[in-house]
């Protein structure tokens, strides 16, 4: 195993050079505040979401984590939860979209909107967005992307090639970003469902994560064989103790995003006037109020 100090170590992938252009677009549209984001408090914690799910992409997958990966399940498990449950959710409470887009030239964005939103090559495109962005086609697509890739021969493939590895990786954020658009609000994006109806999507996903990691914990034999083959492990854990940590860790700590948001939803139903909406038209009644005067 790499030392910490060696440049293996610390990878650089691809992955880090699209947080790197997100994190730059990101600062160049802070410039130019933009519609709902005018408020200094909000910006601030919008910003801190943003460059905090960014920078838990790269602990994912261009630190020491990544080559540990190799070795040890639980330091892949780790991986996971931190680019399906963690940075997603991180990225949709900042609600970067507009910020995002603003630095972009302005006749490129009003090119490609207009493509995307008229040209008959973006149909599929358009047609695979609105699906994906309904709440039942968005958590069948997370909670089968975290089922089927520990399916051992998938799982295995992701040890022996670097491209499906990034794959895995890719479909983690995609999916959790869909997931998480159904349960946080994210302008200029809203979650379509009603806070007890969030409550229950957050409960229906933690249990599938759950039945996964009990798996994982109770099993008396090691699932992936790329595992279970090395000669030796760090910390000297045998195959079987490093899976069953690793199902400890999606089982504990892979429930707090959802236990977080189970929480907010609950408390947004039984108190609907901490809506955005509502509070929103409570401070806009207060400035016109104001303005009167």
């Known amino acids: 195993m790499p030392s910490l100090t060696s440049a293996a170590a610390w990878p650089v992938q691809a992955p880090f050079f699209v947080v790197l252009a997100a994190a730059v677009l990101y600062a160049l549209g802070g410039r130019r505040p933009g519609p709902g984001h005018r408020h200094p408090s909000e910006r601030r914690w919008r910003s801190a979401a943003f460059y905090g799910g960014l920078l838990t992409i790269v602990l994912a997958v261009d630190t020491p984590l990544d080559p540990l990966s190799d070795k040890l399940f639980l330091a892949h498990m780790t991986q996971h939860l931190l680019l399906l449950m963690v940075a997603p959710a991180l990225i949709v409470i900042s609600a970067p979209w507009l910020r995002l887009w603003q630095p972009l030239p302005l006749g490129f964005r009003r090119t490609v909107a207009k493509s995307i939103a008229r040209g008959r090559w973006a149909a599929p495109l358009r047609a695979l967005g609105k699906t994906a962005s309904r709440p039942l086609p968005a958590w069948i697509f997370f909670n089968g992307v975290l089922v089927a890739w520990h399916v051992p021969a998938l799982y295995d493939a992701t040890l022996s090639n670097e491209a499906v590895h990034d794959l895995e990786h890719a479909m983690f954020v995609t999916a959790g970003l869909l997931f998480w658009l159904q349960v946080v609000d994210s302008p200029p994006v809203r979650a379509r469902l009603a806070p007890a109806l969030r409550a229950a999507y957050l409960t229906a996903a933690l249990l599938v994560s759950w039945v996964l990691a009990i798996i994982f914990a109770l099993s008396s034999r090691p699932f992936y064989g790329a595992y279970a083959d090395l000669a030796h492990r760090p910390g000297g ?57």
């Open 237 to 293: 854990l045998s195959a079987l103790a490093d899976q069953q940590i690793a199902g400890g860790i999606m089982w504990v700590p892979g429930s707090i995003p959802f236990t977080i948001a189970f929480i907010w939803a609950i408390y947004r139903w039984l108190d609907p006037g901490t809506d955005a909406s509502v509070l929103a038209r409570r401070n806009g009644h207060r400035l016109g109020a104001a303005g009167h005067h």
